[in-house]
Every structure is written in structure tokens, then in C-alpha cells.
């Protein structure tokens, strides 16, 4: 029997594993009611307070003396300090929700949302139809990530209106995703790919 000279390779090829696309979508779902509740916060914060408002933290709050009266209609979260900007509801939710997405792009394996749908949810529901490049919701994580990071930094900085505007572009973008499939960090992603500024497209 004639033997081949080509030479042999053991290697496994090396293909991505692929992931149900609908645990992405769960996790957006979760996540898109965390970021609503973040963005409600924000709304009802300091981080749109100003000096003699009737709503928020310093509802009730007197302005005495002729300079503070000065500061009606200003903003009030630049002239709090970095601990009362922290202390925020609004922006303690954005930061564990900032967490998570720090989390998913870490560890997607790990990540709490994930994990849930692959022991909870995807047992009870038919194989799917096909599998989903496992790189562009990684991708899409960090954009999360990103978006609330600079929310929450310009929050601490003292910029107003920061943290709700976040928290409102990241819920429009998991909302999208979770309602409609369309994961607008993904469709960043593969812009990305075809322009070879990240990973190559898999055959």
C-alpha cells in the first residue's frame, strides 16, 4: 500500500466555539431593566438637582444668605463632594451595572446573566438553529462597558446629566438587542472586522 509523503498534522483546526445567540439576548433583557431603573435614578438624583428644586436628595434643603440664594436654578451636583456624588443611587446602580459588563468582557463564561441562561433557561428550550461568533457580544460588553464607565467618570467629575444620559444609551442598546436581536456593539464589531482593525472573520 503506497503511504503519502504530505505531511500530517495532529493540530485541531482552530475554530471559535460558537454560542447560542439567544443567551446574548436574555442577559441584554436583564440588563436593559437594570439600566431603566439606573436611568431613573439618574433622573431623580443629584445628578440633575439644582438649587432650590423641589425633587431629590435636597428636596427640603433651605438656600440661607445672599450668596446661596445667588445659586438658585444652578446646578448642584459640581459644589457636592466626590463621597456625595458616589453615594447616588443612580450611581451606584450604573456601577454594578458597569460591573457586569466589565465581567462579561473578562470572563463571558463566568458572567452571572450567562450563566443563569445556560443552567436555567437553555435546558428548557430546543437546540438552536445555529451558533453565533462568541466575539462580537464580547465586543459588545466592552462597548456597555465603555458608555457607562464615562457616564459614571463624568458623574464624579461633577458634570450633570452625565449619569442619566449613560444609563439611557446603554438601556436603548441592550432594549434593541433583547427586544428586536439587533446588538448595535456587534454591528460596531463586524464595521470593525471588515476594516481589519479587529479579529479576522472566521470561514
Request: charged share 10%.
Amino acid at each position: 500500500m503506497p503511504v503519502s509523503d504530505a505531511p500530517r498534522s495532529d493540530a485541531p483546526p482552530t475554530t471559535l466555539r460558537g454560542i447560542d445567540p439567544r443567551g446574548p439576548r436574555v442577559a441584554a433583557g436583564i440588563t436593559a431593566v437594570l439600566l431603566l431603573a439606573a436611568a431613573f435614578l439618574g433622573l431623580t438624583g443629584v445628578s440633575v438637582a439644582r438649587y432650590g428644586a423641589s425633587f431629590g436628595w435636597f428636596a427640603d434643603e433651605p438656600l440661607p444668605g445672599s450668596v446661596f440664594a445667588s445659586l438658585a436654578g444652578s446646578w448642584l451636583l459640581p459644589s457636592l463632594t466626590i463621597a456625595e456624588r458616589a453615594a447616588d443611587p443612580g450611581f451606584l446602580l450604573l456601577l454594578v451595572v458597569a460591573f457586569l459588563f466589565l465581567w462579561g468582557v473578562l470572563s463571558p463564561r463566568t458572567a452571572p446573566w450567562g450563566a443563569l441562561y445556560r443552567s436555567v433557561v437553555q435546558p428548557r428550550l430546543a437546540p438552536p438553529k445555529e451558533l453565533e461568533d462568541p466575539r462580537p457580544p464580547r465586543f459588545a460588553q466592552g462597548v456597555g462597558l465603555f458608555v457607562t464607565g464615562l457616564g459614571l467618570v463624568l458623574h464624579l467629575l461633577g458634570v450633570p446629566l452625565a449619569l442619566p444620559i449613560a444609563a439611557g444609551m446603554a438601556f436603548i442598546a441592550a432594549f434593541l438587542n433583547a427586544v428586536f436581536g439587533l446588538c448595535l456593539g456587534c454591528q460596531l464589531y463586524l464595521v470593525l472586522q471588515r476594516a481589519g482593525l479587529v479579529g479576522r472573520a472566521t470561514a
